[in-house]
């Protein structure tokens, strides 16, 4: 297998992974061979563990299935390598949560749970890894803002999580009803949005596809909307700011969107519905990761060649503020006790990074890395997203997703995620708060009030617990 490092790579480093960065820096499509050091920056561990010593990971069942098969057969190869049995159980994305709270109260289960959210809510049960995070940075690079703050709580100083991967979620139009509408490129604010999702409504029937329903999706959308709007749920400190004019004007735009270029399907959508909606031909637009894109190339081809991306979409002052779709996390609980089982589980996540670049791969590049500097093929001039590996026609239909970090959000912008913000973004309150101003059970102002007066109730709960607030100097 492959993998580069990047030459941000301290000098501490083995010769051999120096010998590997240099050999790729001018990458070629092929990720780069994969790497086990023993040393990343501060952290140092044995190149084999004693016997006996075990490692159980429990994670999501990927959207691009052909990264859980390399995924396995990886644990496996890296169990060999270091002497330690490795065991890998997929759940259901949204099993992923009451499993790890399970876990924690019952004081017993896997070594690593990975989620795809901040794990900040259950950051009481979780060990820090502020050590991994220090080594990685070390080795890799600085770690894009749109992973720690997902797995860093600044007013603690600590990292629940270690974040390795993320999944950018550009806007997905199809090209043909666009062109037709004025709009070759796709909309790039939200008035474009709104008056070519109208026109292409009101000639073709086919709504614009953005959902108002408790579930992943519609709770992206909503944040995405609000924060290009000006508006924010919280402040860097934790507060709550979502009672402003400014978070009022996207709800009323919500609510216009919808009642002029949607249909009520999207009240009651899953997470798979916007894709399903967008590859059977029924929706002009959607905001999503490109998995559904990576299925329909093997189902849908005519959609999919139809399909174009585009970035975040600008708000009516120009901000341009779009969530990420992903974020893949891994926690380490704190009944996690045997010294070895640790030092193992650290060293798993420090090698994945060190072999980031097969992940990339395997994920049909929907995974981005954590660490940008740890896989150069995806960035380089011809590289991945100039000549996608996986068939797209034309090859660099993906280069928009090359800048996207510039306008990707996270929850807690512009913070970073707490407990509150997690508590928040699993209990879907700003897709209810959207749902009920569209469907007219409330004003706009009544929504944002009423979903205001619940964020400040769950933060009010956390701050008393010392969670919520400015960092410490």
């Known amino acids: 297998m492959k993998k580069y490092l990047s030459r941000c790579i301290v000098g501490a480093l083995t010769l051999a992974l120096s010998t590997v960065a240099l050999a790729a820096a001018t990458p070629g499509l092929q990720p780069t061979p994969e790497q086990f050091p023993s040393k990343f920056g501060s952290m140092t561990f044995p190149t084999t563990f004693p016997a006996g010593t075990t490692l159980t990971i429990t994670q999501w069942s990927h959207f691009v299935p052909r990264y859980d098969k390399w995924f396995d057969q990886y644990a496996q190869t890296w169990g060999k390598k270091n002497h330690v049995k490795v065991t890998v159980q997929h759940i259901n994305l949204a099993d992923l949560g009451s499993t790890l709270a399970a876990s924690i109260a019952a004081g017993k289960g896997s070594t690593l749970f990975e989620t795809v959210s901040t794990p900040a809510s259950f950051v009481e049960g979780l060990q820090d890894l502020t050590d991994v995070n220090h080594a990685a940075d070390q080795a890799?690079?600085?770690?894009?803002?749109?992973?720690?703050?997902?797995?860093?709580?600044?007013?603690?100083?600590?990292?629940?999580g270690y974040c390795h991967a993320w999944v950018p979620d550009p806007g997905d139009y199809r090209v043909s009803l666009w062109k037709a509408a004025g709009y070759p490129n796709g909309p790039r604010s939200y008035d474009d949005l709104y008056v070519g999702g109208v026109k292409i409504f009101?000639?073709?029937?086919?709504?614009?596809?953005?959902?108002?329903?408790?579930?992943?999706?519609?709770?992206?959308?909503?944040?995405?909307?609000?924060?290009s709007f000006g508006g924010s749920l919280f402040d860097k400190c934790g507060n709550v700011t979502l009672d402003s004019p400014q978070v009022l004007k996207a709800v009323e735009f919500q609510a216009k969107l919808f009642k002029n270029a949607q249909t009520p399907e999207v009240f009651a959508w899953?997470?798979?519905?916007?894709?399903?909606?967008?590859?059977?031909?029924?929706?002009?637009?959607?905001?999503?990761?490109?998995?559904?894109?990576?299925?329909?190339?093997?189902?849908?081809?005519?959609?999919?060649?139809?399909?174009?991306?585009?970035?975040?979409?600008?708000?009516?002052?120009?901000?341009?503020?779009?969530?990420?779709?992903?974020?893949?996390?891994?926690?380490?609980?704190?009944?996690?006790?045997?010294?070895?089982?640790?030092?193992a589980a650290k060293k798993f996540l420090l090698d994945l990074t060190a072999n980031a670049s097969w992940g990339t791969y395997e994920s049909q590049l929907y995974d981005f890395p954590a660490h940008s500097k740890a896989v150069p093929q995806l960035w380089a001039k011809g590289g991945w997203l100039d000549r996608d590996p996986f068939g797209s026609v034309p090859p660099n239909k993906l280069e928009v997703l090359r800048n996207a970090v510039e306008w990707t959000a996270w929850p807690g912008y512009p913070g970073s995620a707490n407990p509150a913000?997690?508590?928040?973004?699993?209990?879907?309150?700003?897709?209810?708060?959207?749902?009920?101003?569209?469907?007219?059970?409330?004003?706009?102002?009544?929504a944002v009030q009423a979903t205001a007066a619940q964020l400040g109730s769950i933060v009010a709960k956390w701050k008393a617990k010392g969670y919520i607030g400015c960092p410490a100097q």
């Not at 905001?287 to 081809?301: A, E, K, L, M, W």
């Not at 913000?421 to 009544?446: D, I």
């Open 270 to 343: 899953n997470a798979a519905s916007n894709n399903q909606a967008f590859i059977s031909g029924q929706a002009s637009y959607i905001q999503n990761s490109i998995s559904f894109y990576r299925t329909g190339q093997q189902t849908s081809p005519k959609i999919t060649a139809d399909t174009g991306f585009s970035p975040g979409l600008k708000g009516p002052d120009g901000q341009v503020h779009q969530t990420s779709h992903v974020w893949l996390i891994y926690t380490l609980p704190k009944y996690v006790t045997d010294k070895q089982q640790v030092l």
């Open 421 to 446: 913000v997690s508590e928040v973004y699993n209990t879907h309150l700003l897709s209810t708060m959207m749902s009920q101003a569209a469907r007219g059970q409330k004003t706009p102002a009544q």
């Open 202 to 227: 009101e000639k073709t029937g086919i709504p614009v596809g953005v959902g108002m329903s408790p579930e992943l999706d519609s709770e992206f959308y909503a944040r995405s909307l609000i924060w």
């Open 140 to 160: 890799f690079g600085k770690q894009e803002d749109v992973c720690a703050s997902q797995a860093y709580l600044p007013i603690k100083h600590i990292w629940y």
